[in-house]
């Protein structure tokens, strides 16, 4: 329980220190964010746990993957920001992150690439 206990302590640790970061520099905080750290602390966390390499080497490469539809979302926010404000802008790229992915997946599945 302890070990839990501090990986979510690390982990949100994280979060926290980004957000902090980005009040005080938009360039710095998104520089920061935009690094795979939650990443490399699950493949740390995977490894310490004694887990087997080819769910380690998986995991990286699912999220390589996963990664790539999540992209125009970055881009629609602060377009749409300006225009919807910022509730009604999460909702509308949690939309366009699902159906990306969607399409995404669909089009990388006859290449052998399974992401659903």
């Not at 902090?20 to 493949?43: C, F, M, N, Q, Y």
Request: glycine share 6%.
């Amino acid at each position: 329980m302890m070990w839990i206990l501090f990986k979510l302590l690390i982990t949100a640790g994280m979060v926290v220190f980004i957000s902090e970061v980005a009040k005080k520099s938009d360039r710095l905080g998104g520089l920061i964010a935009a690094l795979p750290l939650v990443t490399l602390l699950t493949l740390i966390w995977l490894y310490l746990e004694k887990q087997p390499e080819s769910k380690i080497a998986n995991h990286a490469w699912y999220t390589f993957w996963y990664v790539i539809p999540t992209l125009p979302m970055f881009l629609a926010f602060p377009f749409l920001l300006k225009r919807f404000g910022f509730w009604p802008t999460l909702g509308i790229s949690v939309v366009i992150t699902l159906v990306t992915f969607y399409v995404f997946a669909k089009i990388l599945k006859p290449y052998g690439i399974e992401l659903l």
